[in-house]
């Protein structure tokens, strides 16, 4: 079975801050990993996967992420944050092998402060 | 343009009235999806389909119903709807769901009375 931890629920920061939302997962099988960001009142959209290869992982809007095997993490980072990055931030894992479903984290909420 | 178009996006309702939530797609993807979202709990899937009339349970797949008849549609159908039932729901399609980007509807929020 797998599951995915994020482990804050929110996450305050001010504008132009760094900011690092953090992932942990377990899983018995290869993982691929994805950040999703939902804004308000929005469905979900793509930050970021890993599939394999390099372990930093560039995505949308000037987010990255990490993928550590050994820790098993996929935190997720921004060298400066603006206030239109307020949003819901959700971590997800799928397994390799025809799993077929996307296993989701339960979000950490960023709010980016003036 | 690529979507994925849910209806109706808020509905409440009454114990035991019977409803659908429709899902339509034009991207031509064979997969499809229905999850929930709880605070404090993430989206956790309810039904999934693979392609036309194969369908199967998700996580939470209790008091709810799928369909597959059409490629681009999947309703979600609550034969009995109670309280507990109250939620955001999401549709969500994909070319290939375990590597590629999964497509999500805006939602729809249902309130069960």
């Known amino acids: 079975a797998q599951s995915v931890t994020q482990l804050d629920s929110q996450v305050p920061v001010f504008e132009e801050a760094p900011v690092e939302l953090r992932c942990n997962y377990s899983s018995s099988v290869s993982v691929y990993l994805f950040w999703y960001v939902q804004y308000p009142n929005q469905g979900l959209q793509l930050l970021l996967k890993?599939?394999?290869?390099?372990?930093l992982v560039k995505g949308i809007n000037g987010f990255e992420a990490e993928f550590n095997k050994s820790q098993t993490s996929f935190h997720l980072r921004k060298p400066s944050v603006h206030i239109s990055d307020t949003a819901e931030y959700f971590c997800?894992?799928?397994?390799?092998?025809?799993?077929?479903?996307?296993?989701f984290g339960a979000g950490t909420r960023l709010a980016v402060h003036p | 343009e690529a979507q994925v178009t849910q209806n109706p996006r808020y509905l409440i309702t009454v114990t035991g009235k019977k409803l659908t939530v429709t899902c339509s797609q034009n991207?031509?993807?064979?997969?499809m999806s229905w999850y929930r979202q709880d605070p404090g709990l993430g989206l956790r899937q309810i039904y999934y389909?693979?392609?036309?009339?194969?369908?199967d349970k998700g996580d939470v797949p209790e008091g709810y119903k799928v369909s597959r008849k059409e490629k681009r549609n999947f309703p979600l159908i609550l034969e009995s709807p109670s309280p507990n039932q109250t939620s955001l729901y999401f549709c969500a399609t994909a070319f290939e769901v375990n590597t590629g980007e999964l497509f999500f509807g805006e939602g729809s929020r249902l309130t069960v009375l």
């Open positions: 890993y599939l394999s290869g390099s372990t």
């Open positions: 389909s693979m392609n036309v009339e194969v369908t």
């Open positions: 997800a894992v799928s397994g390799a092998g025809g799993y077929n479903k996307l296993i």
């Open positions: 991207m031509n993807h064979e997969y």
